[in-house]
């Protein structure tokens, strides 16, 4: 079962959230996910988060996938211009890479190469609506295609969203599932009250939503996203319960398994964002019941 019928099949799926490597030793970055394979339904790998320079997201997928693992590939505005992303596309669909997250991207001037220049030739909604005219069989500049593309697209949430904000993100959205986003991830998710909030008004357009979760390792985590990560916000209950706990890993795999139960209720899956706790993904899954 791909992931398109996954997602129609609403059931509750879970996606761990892989950083492809800096260089080329494949060996690690694949050992490290060899604990999740066969309990989780996708890896998603990320395009060049943070600006930090690692191999393609495509060529990571395209790895995984020949390793026996379902893959969700990104494509963002920040580092290619219009031509670039379609040409990019054009490969993926060939490499046999049929899922597809479509991301703004982060600025490289954060990441370990400043002096790089962002390009943003193209927002996010004129990315999804070049997909929708690849789907088509024709380019942006509206010249045909020899052969079309299909690619399950996917988007972001910004599930942190309350009052006129989240009225905002709401018509973003529905504008994003007219341009053919099929399902969405939201940024990280800590407080199950503000979420359900949330997914009262975003249920409704009917799409599949699967809630982001990064796993908090300590309390000087938690706060440093407090600090730095923009639509996040963690209750200070949680990093008390960090702070405090004897068992730091402990904790956190517990933290982690109650918002996942917590969830089950409220949306269709969870994007697990490990930070490198790939191995202790299965001890969560079996902590919240999956």
């Keep these: 079962m791909g992931w398109r019928e996954r997602l129609k099949s609403g ?6 959230e892989a950083l492809p490597p800096k260089g080329v ?14 309990r989780v339904e996708a890896i998603s790998v990320p395009s060049l988060q943070g600006g930090i320079m690692r191999m393609s997201s495509w060529a990571a997928c395209r790895y995984l996938l020949d390793k026996g693992y379902e893959t969700i590939c990104e494509i963002s ?24 997250m479509a991301a703004v991207g982060d600025d ?18 004129e990315l999804l609506e070049a997909i929708k005219k690849l789907h088509r069989g024709y380019d942006m500049s509206g010249g045909d295609l020899e052969g079309a593309p299909r690619f399950c697209v ?19 959205m529905e504008q ?28 409704s357009f009917g799409v599949p939503i699967i809630a982001g979760l990064m796993v908090l390792k300590s309390a000087g985590m938690a706060r440093y996203i ?27 795999i517990d933290i982690a398994a109650e918002l996942i139960t917590g969830e089950r209720a409220l949306c269709q899956g969870v994007n697990i964002v490990s930070m490198g706790w790939e191995d202790k993904v299965p001890r969560l899954l079996d902590a919240a019941g999956l």
Aim: hydrophobic content about 45%.
């Design 226 to 252: 407090n600090k730095h990560i923009e639509g996040v916000m963690i209750p200070e209950g949680i990093i008390e319960q960090l702070m405090k706990a004897p068992d730091k890993i402990a904790a956190s």
């Design 11 to 16: 059931s509750f799926l879970t996606i761990v």
């Design 154 to 172: 996917g988007a972001r949430l910004d599930a942190s969203a309350q009052g006129h904000v989240l009225d905002l993100e709401m018509k973003e």
């Design 176 to 203: 994003k599932i007219r341009l053919g986003v099929e399902f969405f991830i939201t940024t990280s998710v800590y407080d199950l009250a503000q979420f359900e909030a949330f997914m009262q008004k975003a249920r």
């Design 108 to 125: 490289p001037k954060l990441g370990d190469h400043p002096e790089t220049k962002a390009v943003f030739d193209i927002d996010l909604l």
């Design 25 to 38: 030793d494949v060996k690690r970055f694949e050992e490290q996910l060899i604990p999740v394979k066969g």
């Design 77 to 100: 505005c920040a580092h290619q211009n219009r031509v670039a992303i379609q040409a990019e596309l054009l490969g993926a669909h060939l490499l046999g890479l049929e899922n597809v």
